[in-house]
């Protein structure tokens, strides 16, 4: 995509959110409210919906469009994370889903009448190691039979299909451990009270997130995205997708935390002087600059890879790794820089703060990135 176009959506997002100031969200946080209508204003002005191809309604735009998009949404001082799942989940959809799924919810998605916002992988006993998952599907005539449990299911309550992955297969009856689970698209306003409950979490954050239960909920075989048995390999084309928009998101934090670091150390008077021109206060927030600036190339490297269609995974990991360090380590440098001040809720440092830390452990924690990059990049021996 040409930069003069990226740069068109990138201001047009910009104006769209100047309309959700910081009162809008800190408002909401007290309240762990979900940002219903900023997300219908996203929706409606088709940017939730630009990774859908242009036949079924969408704008047919690629990922380095949905990585500007969402770094706009954060450097904004909002809070993407009330729909941002809509973009990365798309590409299991987009992949492997076949023409019937596809006409039969893109324009619904794409149209804003239907929302694609839930991602149910983790279970409670499995963590990160998502092979020994536990809810299991089992095929009954022309449904599949689900039961068992889901946690951390972001924005179950605000959507109207979920992504679903379940066992199939037993972990003791496959060849690979990864073999024998399948991905589901279930429609979650029919299953609600027919073997499927939701109930909130509430959490350091507003993030509209629960855990999902799920007894003898029927999900038609239709809905059974690709062949049956090779879902982990579906959800792990869209988690690389995932992770560079992640890595998008915490470049826009990172703006926000420098912006807002920079305004203030400029202004800020003590000893009658600004307190940005000591060094001992400017250093950092330099500092800060620099780690966002490199982050933002490994994520426009990573954005543009996957577009190509090239593998990708090395740089998708390191994008959603060094963008999260740069917005923590902007975040750190932003509280630091406002003394006390930071602490206010006014003036929205310490909800940033807080939303930000999120991305050292979701949507893959630091732990895990650094293991696939020792073992899967420089070989050293796999410790799991
Ligand atoms: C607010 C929020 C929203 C979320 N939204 C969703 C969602 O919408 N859908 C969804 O499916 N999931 C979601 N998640 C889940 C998230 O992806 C997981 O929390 C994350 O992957 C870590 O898994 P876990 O919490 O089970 O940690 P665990 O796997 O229990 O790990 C705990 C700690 O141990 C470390 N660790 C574990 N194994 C190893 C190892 N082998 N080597 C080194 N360190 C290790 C980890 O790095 C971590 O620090 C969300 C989580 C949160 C908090």
Not at 50 to 57: D, S
Not at 203 to 226: C, K, Q, R, S, W
Not at 353 to 370: C, D, G, K, M, W
Request: hydrophobic residues 40%; glycine residues 10%.
């Amino acid at each position: 995509m040409r930069e003069a176009e990226l740069l068109e959506i990138r201001t047009a997002v910009a104006q769209l959110c100047a309309s959700y100031p910081g009162k809008y969200w800190r408002e909401l946080d007290r309240e762990r409210r979900y940002p219903t209508e900023f997300v219908r204003a996203l929706t409606a002005a088709g940017y939730l919906s630009c990774l859908i191809p242009e036949e079924y309604g969408g704008s047919g735009l690629g990922l380095t469009a949905a990585a500007a998009i969402l770094e706009e949404v954060q450097a904004s001082g909002a809070n993407g994370a009330a729909c941002h799942a809509q973009m990365y989940i798309m590409g299991t959809l987009l992949r492997h889903g076949n023409p019937a799924q596809k006409r039969q919810y893109l324009p619904q998605i794409a149209r804003g009448d239907a929302r694609l916002q839930a991602f149910g992988v983790t279970e409670p006993t499995a963590g990160t190691d998502t092979s020994s998952i536990t809810t299991t599907a089992v095929r009954r005539g022309e449904a599949y039979v689900v039961n068992g449990q889901k946690v951390w299911t972001s924005r179950a309550e605000h959507s109207d299909l979920m992504l679903l992955l379940a066992r199939t297969t037993p972990r003791d009856q496959v060849a690979k451990k990864t073999d024998g689970m399948s991905v589901f698209l279930v429609e979650m306003r029919a299953a609600l009270g027919r073997g499927l409950t939701i109930r909130p979490i509430r959490t350091m954050i507003n993030h509209a997130t629960t855990e999902v239960f799920f007894d003898n909920l029927e999900v038609p075989a239709a809905n059974l995205i690709g062949a049956e048995g090779r879902g982990f390999r579906y959800i792990l084309d869209g988690m690389n997708a995932e992770r560079i928009l992640i890595g998008a998101e915490c470049i826009g934090d990172a703006r926000w935390f420098i912006g807002k670091a920079t305004g203030y150390a400029a202004e800020r008077r003590v000893f009658g002087r600004p307190i940005g021109q000591n060094q001992g206060v400017q250093f950092p927030i330099a500092r800060a600059y620099m780690a966002m600036r490199a982050a933002a190339l490994m994520v426009e490297r990573a954005a543009t890879l996957y577009e190509a269609g090239q593998p990708c995974g090395a740089e998708a990991n390191m994008a959603k790794q060094l963008g999260a360090e740069a917005s923590w380590q902007a975040a750190d440098m932003c509280l630091q820089t406002h003394g006390g001040f930071g602490f206010a809720e006014e003036y929205d440092i310490e909800r940033k703060f807080r939303e930000t830390r999120l991305y050292q452990i979701a949507p893959i924690s630091t732990n895990l990135v650094l293991s696939y990059i020792a073992e899967h990049v420089l070989g050293l021996p796999r410790s799991y």
